[in-house]
């Protein structure tokens, strides 16, 4: 067996692999390979990802990463040699390490693995210090400014794989990532969070990134794709630092639901009130709120769904615009097990014709899974 790393390139992977790359000596391939070869996935890439390794007849070590296989590792290792679970920034180098040098794989923290027949779990590794590990090199991607998440949605796979304490990039090394940027986009689980515990915002820690930022003289892009803000962090001093110091003229809001009672069962943290008020404080400021909304969470009546409707169609009407997501179990969270319920006709319907008149992007409707 050849003793090169590979990282496998999917379109959906490519921000994790940008955090991994400065790390380690491997290249990209698009096929597996004979060596080692690494795989970072989501739940929604799973089937794919089982179906060429477990095909592949090319002499190699398989190791899994990302969300999915830190939260199902005894199904990832019916396919794969071993599992990074959570973080990989430390642990992939180390799991590299062992292997080239034929030591026990016991010795690595923070993965499981097989021997003997049994699936075997090393003792978890701490979670990493942002400001030690650059957020990418070779592969240009946003500049990741803050991990983990407090608010513990039912549905999300965050604050389980990255932990519910809020760390963030200092100033300095953000800054120093930033300049390779013709324009500067960030990931966050909350970017208005900056600085703060994700339970209330620190503006100042906020605007003292924004004005450090903009020293660059090129264009800033925050709260935007791929990331998003909480509503209840939207507020007139919030959006006036945006208007002042960024470019976009859109700001992504994550409300889920128009319904009291689903926001409530899925631990949303915040109400309808909260999500109706920030498209109110963004429109008073000239920036355009892009709305998300999950359809078909379990439990989800018509009559839930129905009031989501409404407030798709009143933001729309507002002159903002949304986007729909069908729900997904996703393993590792407290509605993992659960099944998403369908859309109801006349809502899907409704949906539909939004989307037709570019008011609403997504997708809305049952994907299947079979493996």
């Known amino acids: 067996m050849s003793d090169k790393i590979w990282f496998r390139r999917f379109s959906k992977n490519l921000y994790s692999i940008a955090a991994l790359m400065p790390l380690i000596d491997a290249d990209l391939t698009d096929e597996p390979r004979s060596g080692i070869m690494l795989y970072s996935f989501a739940t929604a890439q799973a089937e794919e990802v089982y179906r060429e390794v477990s095909s592949a007849k090319v002499d190699a070590v398989y190791i ?63 979670v990493v210090d942002l400001d030690l590990y650059p957020p990418f090199r070779h592969i240009l991607a946003p500049v990741e400014i803050s991990r983990g998440c407090p608010w513990g949605c039912a549905y999300c796979q965050t604050p389980r794989l990255c932990g519910s304490k809020m760390r963030h990039r200092s100033v300095a090394v953000i800054l120093k990532y930033a300049r390779f940027h013709k324009d500067i986009r960030f990931t966050s689980p909350n970017s208005l969070a900056y600085g703060s515990d994700g339970l209330s915002p ?9 004005r450090a930022l903009a020293e660059l003289k090129r264009p800033i892009y925050f709260g935007t794709f791929p990331s998003e803000v909480r509503p209840e962090f939207v507020s007139v001093q919030a959006l006036e630092l945006i208007t002042k110091y960024c470019s976009n003229r859109v700001l992504n809001i994550g409300a889920q639901s128009g319904s009291p009672r689903i926001l409530e069962a899925i631990c949303r943290g ?43 169609e009143k933001i729309i009407a507002d002159g903002g615009s949304a986007r729909a997501h069908y729900f997904t179990p996703l393993p590792d969270t407290p509605l993992a097990r659960t099944a998403p319920v369908t859309v109801a006709a006349q809502v899907a319907c409704e949906l539909g014709k939004l989307a037709l008149q570019g008011k609403l992007t997504g997708s809305w409707m049952a994907k299947g899974r079979t493996f």
């Open 64 to 126: 899994a990463g990302g969300p999915h296989p830190s939260a199902e590792p005894e199904e990832a290792l019916r396919f794969f040699d071993y599992v990074v679970i959570g973080e990989g920034e430390e642990t992939l180098p180390d799991m590299i390490g062992v292997l080239k040098r034929g030591e026990e794989p016991g010795s690595v923290r923070g993965i499981a693995y097989k021997k003997d027949g049994l699936v075997r779990f090393t003792s978890p590794r701490p």
């Open 202 to 210: 620190r503006l100042d820690k906020v605007e003292s990134l924004l």
């Open 270 to 312: 915040h109400d309808v009130e909260a999500v109706e008020a920030a498209c109110q404080l963004c429109r008073d400021q000239g920036i355009q709120p892009l709305v998300d909304f999950i359809f078909g969470l379990p439990t989800e009546t018509e009559d839930d769904q129905q009031l989501s409707l409404e407030l798709v």
